[in-house]
């Protein structure tokens, strides 16, 4: 009877207090170095083999998931990258024109957003995905943000654009930041 079957079915004596999950390699191979005695040889090493397959198949999921979201990110940074060309750099209050060009790069924003969030489906390794979605919020709320700044220049209020700009920077700088956390958690790999 294997390690795992038989802590599961409740046939190896477990110290009392010692709370054991079958599904849980890692904790089996905490008790198994930590109560040696407690387990049979042939079973430590089954039990050790177990915990390094499991372990390999983390590493190929967490590489894939690098993989695909460096990929995605890629595609989806050029997008943003565009937008970046085309944002107003000075613009002037209750100018149609600089009001239209806000309104065409929130709405340029508010078409990246849900490429990043398929994106994120698409990533196995929960904290992979998690940065991604992060990614995609970074730049939901930049979208917010130009189109904040887009009413506010039409308006022609000064304190509200210098307050929507900023945010626009603000985020754009998270989502350098963002995609800096994703290609050292890849690397860390």
């Not at 992060?134 to 307050?163: F, I, P």
């Amino acid at each position: 009877m294997g390690f795992v079957l038989a802590v599961a079915e409740g046939h190896l004596a477990v110290p009392q207090g010692v709370r054991l999950p079958a599904s849980d390699a890692g904790l089996l191979v905490r008790f198994v170095f930590c109560h040696p005695s407690a387990v049979p040889p042939r079973s430590l090493t089954l039990a050790c083999f177990a915990a390094l397959g499991v372990s390999v198949l983390g590493c190929r999921t967490k590489a894939r998931s690098c993989e695909v979201a460096l990929e995605g990110l890629a595609t989806l940074t050029r997008d943003v990258d565009a937008v970046v060309a085309i944002e107003p750099k000075n613009p002037r209050l209750r100018s149609p024109d600089d009001a239209a060009q806000f309104g065409v790069v929130a709405a340029r924003l508010e078409a990246i957003a849900p490429k990043a969030n398929e994106l994120a489906a698409r990533v196995q390794d929960p904290g992979v995905a998690k940065r991604v979605r992060a990614y995609g919020a970074a730049v939901e709320a930049w979208s917010r943000a130009s189109r904040a700044a887009e009413k506010a220049c039409a308006a022609g209020t000064s304190q509200e654009l210098s307050t929507a700009m900023g945010e626009e920077a603000h985020q754009s700088a998270e989502i350098t930041r963002i995609l800096a956390d994703v290609n050292l958690a890849c690397d860390a790999r």
